[in-house]
């Protein structure tokens, strides 16, 4: 429950333009695995063009952090007892 609340907190004041350049550079990241930020955010303008590269640069820290910031969620999770 704390990592849906973890992502609503996050990312519910976002517009659609931003929700999309950050699940581009979250999408690249984790399925493409390209992890260095200067790749991947000209990976990102190659996937959408109408993306500047800054943005494109923005939104890759924005993932990095927002990763960052969701580990402790995911081995709280990880360790937790299962719910019955």
Partial sequence: M??????A???SDKGVAEL???ATAFFIVDRE???????????LVDRKPH???QEA???????????ERS???SLEEEFSEPSE
């Fill in 2 to 7: 704390r990592a849906i609340k973890f992502v």
């Fill in 9 to 11: 907190d996050e990312l």
């Fill in 20 to 22: 999309e350049r950050l």
């Fill in 33 to 43: 695995g390209v992890r260095q930020i200067g790749p991947r955010a000209q990976r």
């Fill in 51 to 53: 993306i500047s590269p």
């Fill in 57 to 67: 640069r923005a939104a890759c820290e924005q993932v990095d952090r927002l990763i």
């Fill in 71 to 73: 580990v402790p969620l």
